[in-house]
Every structure is written in structure tokens, then in C-alpha cells.
């Protein structure tokens, strides 16, 4: 019976430290969440001037020729017009790296209330020298007229470690245009930022 009660002051010191712990890490947070005093201009500016431009580059990766099959309506959703394009097959070739887009992937297409398209394509590049990348690429497309087009895109590459593993420690960026009517396909542009 003593070792019960020994337990239970031991269990409520233990919870009353961790209770303590908590609130002060609250009061500790608070004080962090309060906004910073305003910047004035003339220190903005020599925060500015004190850090050298870090000037953003881009390097072609590779170029993909993607073949689709045609896409599937999925009815509309809650965020908009729901659709799904298979991707069955293509080829890619670059400054570092060539192969072909496997079938089985697919593009998950979404089609907001004001036009833009938000698509998240996954699927799988076979290198010439048999290693396969997992890709998932996240492309915005707003076409408002057929003269005005932006459609760019955000690349995640995996890649087993190897010769190719330089792809999965670099930001990948890219654009999207269709091959219609020369080829149920879409052309993929891919660049490293540097």
C-alpha cells in the first residue's frame, strides 16, 4: 500500500513538472509570437546591402516527350472540374541523362472555378543505364486567351544513389506544352536552378 501511494505522489509530481514545463514553454511562445518592432527604410537597406545577390540560373536537365492516352472527366469536385490523362509511354534526353518515360503513370488534373488548371503528374523515367527515377511533377496552367499561355511547373526526381543522384539535391523547375496534333503527347522542358 505504501509503494501505491509512494507511485501516485511520484505519477502527480512528475505531471505537475510536465504541466509546468508546458505553460512555460506557452509564455515562452507568446512572447516570441509578438510582432517585431517596424524595419525602418534605412535599416532595410543596409540589411540589403549587406548580403550580396545570390543571382538565380537555370541549366536544361533534360527535355521528355511524353505520350498520353486521352484524358478521363471525373466529374466536378469541390475545388472544381476533376479529370485523369495516362501517361503510356515517351523518351527523355539530356546534357547528363537520357532514357524513356515508362506507361503506368498518370496526370491528375484539376480545373478551377476561374479556368487555371493545376496538374500533378506521377511517373517513372528509365535512364539508358537501367536506373529508374520516380518523378512527380506540379504544373499551373492559366491560359485566359489562346495568345497568352503560362504554364510552369515544380519537380520532385527521385533517384536511386548513383550517377543520377544529383537530381535529388537540386530545386528542378519546368514547362509544359502540348504536341497536338502531331502526337498525342506533351513536351517537358526540365531545368535546374542554379
Known amino acids: 500500500m505504501t509503494q501505491n501511494i509512494q507511485r501516485r505522489v511520484m505519477l502527480g509530481a512528475g ?3 510536465v504541466a509546468g514545463l508546458a505553460t512555460a514553454g506557452s509564455a515562452a511562445a ?3 509570437a509578438k510582432p517585431a518592432p517596424p524595419l525602418p527604410d534605412k535599416k532595410f537597406e543596409e540589411l540589403l546591402a ?3 545577390m545570390d543571382r538565380v540560373g537555370a541549366e536544361l536537365a533534360f527535355e521528355a516527350v511524353v505520350d498520353i492516352a486521352p484524358a478521363e472527366d471525373l466529374g466536378d469536385g469541390p475545388l472544381g472540374g476533376r479529370r485523369i ?5 515517351g523518351r527523355f534526353k539530356g546534357p547528363r541523362i537520357s532514357g524513356t518515360v515508362e506507361s503506368g503513370g498518370a496526370d491528375r488534373q484539376l480545373i478551377r472555378g476561374d479556368g487555371v488548371r493545376m496538374l500533378e503528374a506521377i511517373y517513372e523515367l528509365r535512364t539508358d543505364d537501367g536506373a529508374v527515377l520516380s518523378v512527380v511533377n506540379n504544373v499551373l496552367i492559366d491560359q485566359p486567351t489562346p495568345e497568352q499561355r503560362y504554364a510552369r511547373s515544380f519537380l520532385t526526381v ?3 544513389t548513383g550517377p543520377h543522384d ?5 530545386i528542378l523547375v519546368g514547362t509544359l506544352n502540348s504536341l497536338r496534333p502531331s502526337r498525342d503527347a506533351v513536351l517537358i522542358r526540365v531545368f535546374v536552378l542554379t
Open 30 to 32: 507568446a512572447d516570441k
Open 158 to 160: 527521385t533517384a536511386p
Open 85 to 89: 490523362v495516362p501517361i503510356i509511354g
Open 166 to 170: 544529383w537530381l535529388n539535391r537540386r
Open 15 to 17: 505531471l505537475a513538472s
Open 50 to 52: 549587406g548580403v550580396p
